[in-house]
């Protein structure tokens, strides 16, 4: 074998080389390409799948600050309602001295246990019938009652409220729902 002959083998030799170190190098960078795109699907679901999670977590997050909003809208109507109903029946009590008032006083007079009143604080109208029932008593007449007496021991120690404005103080938180039901009814009738 010449030199000729060698150098042409080992030039082939080295093509051959060349040829299989080329197609391991295009191979491998198949595999990398392909790995990179599945690397890069993998971070475009897990992107997407974080988006939606942040997505779900804002709207959830908003729908429970409208909900929350919508409660206390909700309750500061309601508040307002129930104090503007309350200031209506306090200005309806003096209706209630109608023609048997004086029986009534006379009744919510005697519910007060047997002790030595010292003052006793009625409605300006009153004042004549409370004298005649509490005798030793110092009669205060008082504009804020529409009817029913106030009345307290010697120093204070007693004192017992029965008037018109306490009764229904006493009775309005099982008034309330029942007038605030029929206000919502009224309302949903309405046109």
Same mark, same amino acid.
């Given at each position: 074998m010449g030199c000729k002959e060698l150098i042409e083998s080992l030039r082939r030799a080295a093509d051959e080389r060349i040829k299989l170190i080329w197609q391991e190098t295009e191979g491998e960078a198949e595999r990398v390409r392909e790995e990179v795109s599945h690397k890069l699907e993998q971070l475009r679901e897990n992107c997407s799948r974080t988006e939606s999670l942040a997505v779900t977590a804002a709207q959830v997050a908003a729908v429970s600050e409208a909900k929350n909003r919508s409660r206390t809208c909700l309750l500061t109507a309601e508040k307002a309602l129930s104090d503007r109903l309350f200031s209506v029946a306090l200005s309806s009590l /003096?209706? #209630?001295?109608?023609?048997? =008032?004086?029986? %009534?006083?006379?009744?919510?007079?005697?519910?007060?246990?047997?002790?030595?009143?010292?003052?006793?604080?009625?409605?300006?109208e009153d004042a004549g019938l409370a004298k005649s029932i509490f005798t030793g008593a110092d009669i205060i007449p008082d504009k804020t009652i529409a009817g029913g007496?106030?009345?307290?021991?010697?120093?204070?120690?007693?004192?017992?409220?029965?008037?018109?404005?306490?009764?229904?103080?006493?009775?309005?938180?099982?008034?309330? /729902?029942? #007038?605030?039901?029929?206000? =919502?009814?009224? %309302?949903?009738?309405?046109?």
């Amino acid at each position: 074998m010449g030199c000729k002959e060698l150098i042409e083998s080992l030039r082939r030799a080295a093509d051959e080389r060349i040829k299989l170190i080329w197609q391991e190098t295009e191979g491998e960078a198949e595999r990398v390409r392909e790995e990179v795109s599945h690397k890069l699907e993998q971070l475009r679901e897990n992107c997407s799948r974080t988006e939606s999670l942040a997505v779900t977590a804002a709207q959830v997050a908003a729908v429970s600050e409208a909900k929350n909003r919508s409660r206390t809208c909700l309750l500061t109507a309601e508040k307002a309602l129930s104090d503007r109903l309350f200031s209506v029946a306090l200005s309806s009590l /003096p209706r #209630l001295r109608g023609s048997d =008032y004086r029986e %009534v006083f006379g009744r919510m007079a005697r519910e007060l246990p047997p002790l030595a009143w010292k003052i006793v604080r009625v409605n300006p109208e009153d004042a004549g019938l409370a004298k005649s029932i509490f005798t030793g008593a110092d009669i205060i007449p008082d504009k804020t009652i529409a009817g029913g007496v106030d009345a307290m021991t010697d120093g204070g120690k007693i004192r017992v409220i029965n008037t018109f404005e306490k009764r229904l103080e006493r009775a309005w938180v099982d008034m309330l /729902p029942e #007038l605030l039901k029929k206000t =919502y009814d009224a %309302v949903e009738e309405s046109p």
